[in-house]
Structures are given as structure tokens and as C-alpha cells.
């Protein structure tokens, strides 16, 4: 049987409704997984903190993909009834309190690795989820803090390796914020499918450069579509040699 990769992509934040209307029209055909942050885990104060429960029922009624957002709160659980995949970002992996909260009422799940977490504590982390209830648990490489500069953040490619040798999780990589930098996602993203990932997550904005929230890296539409048709070619090609 044909394995799928599996495509999230959407806005690193939900930002209104027409933005959201329009970046769903333009890549619905080829994602998995639409996602939207309506709750951002943002460093400064000052900035876009997302639009919340406004947000939440801005991509719930536009999108008839599942849809992947993040939860940051265990008391905003009740809002995420509808959302199919939640998300624990990088800064909560080990926030135990809510590993256990989103274990106990979510069936899938989409948890990003630790900015500083190793393997074993990012396995850890998932067998929480699993051990409160969590049936589908899908691991994200998002970049790691090391000392080199050369991208926002270190994509550790043989954590990849690793995981998918070692454990029966699905893993996926997030190249948008590894690279930080639009011109770094295309090659990131051929390296992350070549490495045997089981699918990517990639942001996408109708205007990158006006994005309220890490406009930097967030890819165009018209940009992402090509990107997946090559994507699907080394998809296939490893799939192939796998089997
Ligand atoms: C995100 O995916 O919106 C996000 C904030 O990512 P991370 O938790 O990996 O920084
Ligand atoms: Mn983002």
C-alpha cells in the first residue's frame, strides 16, 4: 500500500478571516492537516499573542481538513473540542500538567520537540500522552538550540533517523521554524522528506512579509504548491527503496 505524507500546513498565526479564507482556498488540495495557531507562545509580550477563541472559530468554519492548532493552557481544553489534532508547541513538551490534561481528552496529537530536549525526554514526553489516552501521537523536529547560527534553529536530522528506527511513532519535521528564513525552506524541506520523515509541516501566508507572526519564514501559496509536487516525487522515490 501507497504510504501518504503527511502535508500540515497553514499560517503560523490565525489572523482574521479573510487570510485564513484565502490561504485554505489556495493549498487545500494538497495538505493533510491545515493548522493555525490561535494561542502563540510568543517571547515578548508586545507581540501578536493570536486571536484565541476567535481564532479557533475562524479555522474551524472555514476548513474541511482536520485541523491542527496549539493548546497552551489546560483551562482552554473545552475550546478544542473540534480541532482533530492538538498541538503541544516546543516550549510545553514537558509541561507535565498538560502532557496528562491533553492525554485524558484528545485522540491525536501533534508534539513538537523541546527547544533543548534529547531523544529520550522527547519519547518520554509522547509516552505520557499515550499512557493518559492519546491514540495517535505525531512527533515534530522543529530545530534544536546549538551553538550554530546558520539557521534559527539546528534541524536534527538523525533524531529523525532515530525515532523512526527505534519507535512505532510517526515523525514529522517542521521546516519553517528550523530555518527561520524563507530562502532556507525549499533544500530543508528536500532534506527532511530524503531523510525518511514521515511528512513535514511548513507555514504558509497569503502575504509573508505583513504576517503578524514570524513573517520571515512563512512560504506563498503559489511557493508551496510547487514545492509539495517535488516533495511527492522524493516521497516516493524513498518510499520505493524502503519497500
Ligand atoms: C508553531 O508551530 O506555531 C510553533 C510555535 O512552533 P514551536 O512550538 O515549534 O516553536
Ligand atoms: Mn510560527
Redesign the pocket.
Known amino acids: 500500500m501507497k504510504k501518504e505524507m503527511i502535508v500540515i500546513a497553514g499560517p503560523?498565526?490565525i489572523e482574521n478571516e479573510q487570510m485564513i479564507i484565502e490561504i485554505y482556498e489556495q493549498i487545500k488540495d494538497d495538505i493533510t492537516i491545515f493548522?493555525g495557531?490561535a494561542f502563540?507562545?510568543r517571547t515578548k509580550v508586545e507581540s501578536f499573542q493570536g486571536l484565541h477563541a476567535k481564532g479557533i472559530e475562524l479555522i474551524t468554519a472555514v476548513s474541511q481538513k482536520p485541523i491542527a492548532s496549539?493548546i497552551m493552557d489546560t483551562r482552554d481544553i473545552d475550546l478544542f473540542k473540534n480541532i482533530e489534532y492538538v498541538?503541544?508547541?516546543?516550549?510545553?513538551?514537558q509541561n507535565f500538567a498538560l502532557l496528562k490534561e491533553v492525554g485524558k481528552n484528545f485522540k491525536k496529537v501533534i508534539l513538537?520537540?523541546g527547544?533543548s530536549s534529547t531523544v529520550e525526554e522527547f519519547v518520554a514526553a509522547a509516552e505520557y500522552l499515550k499512557y493518559y489516552g492519546c491514540e495517535q501521537v505525531i512527533l515534530?523536529e522543529?530545530?534544536i538550540r546549538t551553538f550554530s547560527d546558520s539557521s534559527r534553529?539546528t534541524l536534527d536530522f538523525s533524531a529523525v533517523i532515530k525515532l523512526r528506527q527505534e519507535t512505532d511513532y510517526q515523525v514529522i519535521i517542521?521546516v519553517?521554524?528550523a530555518a527561520g528564513d524563507v530562502r532556507f525552506i525549499d533544500d530543508l524541506a528536500r532534506a527532511a522528506i530524503a531523510c525518511g520523515a514521515d511528512g513535514i509541516?511548513i507555514?504558509v501566508h497569503n502575504n509573508p512579509l505583513h504576517a503578524l507572526?514570524?513573517a520571515n519564514q512563512q512560504i506563498t501559496p503559489n511557493h508551496f504548491q510547487q514545492l509539495i509536487a517535488e516533495l511527492e516525487q522524493i516521497h516516493q522515490l524513498i518510499t520505493k527503496q524502503k519497500s
Open positions: 503560523c498565526s493548522r495557531g502563540k507562545p496549539e498541538q503541544i508547541g516546543a516550549r510545553n513538551m513538537k520537540r527547544l515534530c522543529r530545530g534553529f517542521d519553517s521554524h509541516m507555514e507572526s514570524d
